[in-house]
């Protein structure tokens, strides 16, 4: 059993910065892929990034690529995703999410890959 609590969401204005961070439960964190997604009202939840368990291998959506960065500390059971540059767009609910697969399984990208789900923290940048 896992639990994920994100945390750092905020108001910010377009141009600024923000990090999330997602704490899990669990002596097998360091096993996970780790996730994060965004979904924005009316939306599906789209895929932000992902990374490895041992965060040799990032991945990222094209819309945020370059401005958001993943990283993990795997003894403190904390994943983090720094924001930069953000955008209006980039305004959602931010979910950290676990999944059994390898990164090399490469469906890291669809929500329903993961087997845990934090409940998300809100993100809004305004123009």
């Known amino acids: 059993q896992v639990q994920l609590v994100e945390s750092g969401g905020g108001l910010v204005q377009a141009g600024g910065s923000l990090r999330l961070s997602c704490a899990a439960s669990g002596r097998t964190f360091g096993s996970f892929l780790m996730g994060w997604f965004r979904q924005a009202p009316g939306k599906e939840r789209e895929f932000a990034g992902a990374?490895?368990?041992?965060?040799?291998?990032?991945d990222y959506a094209d819309s945020v690529k370059g401005r958001f960065t993943i990283s993990r500390d795997n003894a403190k059971n904390t994943v983090y995703l720094q924001m930069n540059s953000l955008k209006p767009e980039d305004t959602a609910v931010y979910y950290c999410?676990?999944?059994?697969?390898?990164?090399?399984?490469?469906?890291?990208?669809?929500?329903?890959?993961?087997?845990?789900w934090g409940q998300g923290t809100q993100v809004t940048v305004s123009s």
């Open positions: 990374i490895s368990w041992s965060a040799a291998n990032t």
């Open positions: 999410a676990a999944s059994l697969l390898g990164y090399g399984n490469g469906r890291y990208r669809l929500s329903s890959s993961y087997n845990y």
